[in-house]
């Protein structure tokens, strides 16, 4: 069984600032793992994901995230915020086998970014 | 513009009937899958779609059904059985499950 752990529910950051959001997970295999962002009464957009190449990996917007098994963590970090970047974020566990349609979706962390 | 549209944006029920939620997508993707979403919890599998006129139960399926009758569409029925049915929803899709999930911009139902 897989799970994942948002480790903050809420994070405030100044513009300009860096962002980091934790997350652990837990997968009896090796996982694939994603990070979506939502904006208010929207879907999912993805940012980034990591299917086992490299560790660190770049998404959209200046995001990226670095797999680290050793510790099962996979952190999305940012070196400096935007207004626009104000949304909900959610880290995402595919587990592995392959061919398991099924996902784990973090509880969510909340940005916010102020002026 | 290829994506994933839902419909309607906003939908208000009264308690005891049941509404159908719509899904569509042109991304010609075999998979698909609906989402509930509650604040501040992580999105919870309601049914997912491998193939057309396929379909399987995913974590809270109890007072919800499901068609598959064409590839492009994957509508969602909330029944009266539901007992607690005012949520945000969410349909997605995926060429396969090795690949990321692609969603639509979600249904917004509210029992009145």
């Known amino acids: 069984a897989q799970s994942v752990t948002q480790l903050d529910s809420h994070v405030s950051v100044s513009e300009g600032t860096p962002v980091l959001l934790r997350c652990n997970y837990s997968?009896?295999?090796?996982?694939?793992l994603f990070w979506y962002v939502q904006h208010p009464n929207k879907g999912l957009q993805l940012l980034l994901k990591?299917?086992?190449?490299?560790?660190l990996v770049k998404g959209i917007n200046g995001f990226e995230a670095e797999f680290k098994k050793s510790e099962t963590s996979f952190h999305l970090t940012k070196p400096s915020a935007h207004m626009s970047d104000a949304a909900e974020y959610f880290c995402?566990?595919?587990?592995?086998?392959?061919?398991?349609?099924?996902?784990?979706f973090g509880a969510g962390t909340t940005v916010t970014v102020r002026a | 513009d290829g994506g994933i549209t839902q419909s309607p944006k906003y939908l208000f029920r009264k308690e005891g009937q049941n509404v159908t939620l719509s899904c569509e997508q042109n991304?010609?993707?075999?998979?698909m899958y609906w989402y509930r979403q509650d604040p501040g919890q992580g999105l919870r599998l309601i049914y997912y779609?491998?193939?057309?006129?396929?379909?399987q139960k995913g974590d809270i399926a109890e007072g919800y059904s499901v068609s598959r009758e064409k590839k492009e569409s994957f509508p969602l029925t909330v029944t009266s059985a539901q007992k607690n049915p005012t949520a945000f929803y969410l349909c997605?899709?995926?060429?396969?499950?090795?690949?990321?999930?692609?969603f639509g911009p979600g249904t917004r139902l509210t029992v009145l």
């Open positions: 995402v566990v595919r587990p592995s086998p392959p061919n398991d349609y099924k996902l784990s």
């Open positions: 997968s009896s295999y090796s996982p694939s």
């Open positions: 990591y299917t086992s190449a490299a560790t």
């Open positions: 991304l010609n993707h075999d998979a």
């Open positions: 779609s491998q193939i057309v006129n396929d379909f």
């Open positions: 997605a899709s995926n060429r396969d499950p090795n690949n990321e999930q692609f």
